[in-house]
């Protein structure tokens, strides 16, 4: 082992001197070994100069190129989007309080297909589809399909749909469920209900898909699936109406595994 020698210490004896040439030795090694290196690295940038200067440029042009979408062409798409989904939005929630169905799907087709100069909630996805308002127009179209029985449209813009909203989201994956479900599709509505049971918990409708699922899962014959569901709501979700009917489809189950 090399010890450590103070400066113009001279060696008195040959295992000193032996020491000091093994430490003169080791740290010429060292010094060598880093001018390779930085000889190698010197090199290798030299040699691929060109290809290193080529990748700096397209990576600056990139966020160039980025930063230029998002102010000069999302931006503006944006503010048009808005403007244009008012219209509809003031169909679709006239249509919600409307007293009649006739009345209802009128205005839910206005919803989709616009009026009075503006675009509808269909033609704002396909122009706008990569705004945020684009996205929205998403869900406001499959909820009008929805009413309007058209469930394979509403699945098709439910999908589409990718929202940061946490009971906007949920919705859009239960109601998934609720189209296939009229579509006569019960393991794909089982699906969708599951998945919006476990998205974003909340009293308001996470106990209502629990539900939803479980009466799907029975009516599978999934007997466990459909306990599973009710008792998370007893168990997460005591004070909910849904609770007090869990018991009810409790004891439904558990006479159709007898």
Do not use: C, W
């Not at 600056?60 to 230029?68: D, F, I, Q, R, S």
């Not at 009293?203 to 899962?217: D, G, N, Y």
Request: glycine fraction near 6%.
């Amino acid at each position: 082992m090399a010890t450590y020698n103070k400066r113009g210490h001279k060696p008195k004896n040959k295992k000193e001197r032996e020491e000091k040439i093994k430490d003169e030795s080791t740290t010429a090694e060292v010094f060598e070994s880093l001018d390779e290196s930085a000889s190698k690295t010197e090199e290798f940038i030299s040699k691929h100069q060109k290809t290193i200067l080529g990748a700096v440029v397209v990576i600056a042009v990139l966020a160039l190129g980025y930063l230029g979408y998002q102010n000069l062409v999302l931006a503006p798409q944006e503010v048009e989007a808005s403007e244009e989904i008012v219209q509809a939005q003031r169909y679709f929630d006239n249509a919600v309080e409307a007293d009649t169905k006739k009345m209802k799907d009128s205005l839910y087709t206005l919803s989709l297909d616009g009026g009075r100069g503006k675009l509808g909630f269909v033609a704002i996805s396909d122009s706008y589809g990569s705004t945020k308002t684009g996205n929205l127009a998403n869900y406001y179209a499959g909820m009008a399909y929805l009413e309007l029985r058209n469930f394979k449209k509403a699945i098709a813009h439910l999908d589409e749909f990718k929202g940061e909203d946490k009971i906007l989201s949920t919705i859009a994956l239960g109601s998934i469920g609720d189209a296939f479900l009229e579509l006569d599709q019960k393991s794909e509505a089982l699906t969708y209900f599951e998945k919006a049971a476990k998205a974003n918990a909340n009293s308001f409708v996470t106990p209502k898909f629990h539900l939803k699922a479980a009466q799907t899962a029975i009516e599978l014959n999934e007997i466990k699936k459909a306990e599973k569901h009710l008792q998370a709501i007893k168990n997460n979700f005591p004070n909910t109406e849904e609770a007090k009917r869990a018991d009810l489809f409790l004891g439904k189950a558990e006479a159709l595994k007898q």
